[in-house]
């Protein structure tokens, strides 16, 4: 065996074996199933949070996130001790600019009791 040879076989297997293990790293992600593809887009989103401000798609629609219908009816609850105001069609009553929700809602001999949920604190609005 020439020595170009033994120095060509010498510099193949170091080179293979700085290789070896970013190719098992790599061939781990590949093959795993847990891990997103990183040439894939992110998929858009089929709906938003009904508190989610703007600027949203019109076509998208609100939905209540059941942890947060759970957390304002326990909220409504041990503080009033009733039931969490919902609108027509049991959906929440939602301030235009979707930062308010109306949650409370009582008229006693006279007075009128509300009390609302606010979203984002108006130091965050920029108010």
């Keep these: 065996m020439s020595r170009e040879l033994r120095l060509n076989l010498i510099f193949l297997v170091i080179l293979l074996m700085l290789m070896a293990p970013g190719f098992y790293i790599l061939m781990r992600k590949r093959l ?3 891990d997103r593809r990183a040439d894939l887009p992110h998929p858009p989103p089929h709906s938003v949070a009904y508190v989610q401000p703007g600027p949203v798609p019109p076509h998208l629609p609100r939905v209540e996130p059941s ?4 957390w304002v009816s326990r909220l409504v609850r041990d503080r009033f001790g009733a039931e969490m105001f919902r609108a027509e069609g049991n959906v929440p009553c939602i301030s235009g600019d979707h930062r308010a ?3 409370y809602f009582a008229a006693d001999a006279g007075r ?6 606010l979203w984002q604190a108006p130091e965050a609005a920029g108010a």
């Design 32 to 34: 795993a199933d847990t």
């Design 67 to 70: 942890a947060a219908k759970v």
């Design 101 to 103: 929700q109306l949650t």
């Design 112 to 117: 009128l009791r509300l009390q609302l949920l």
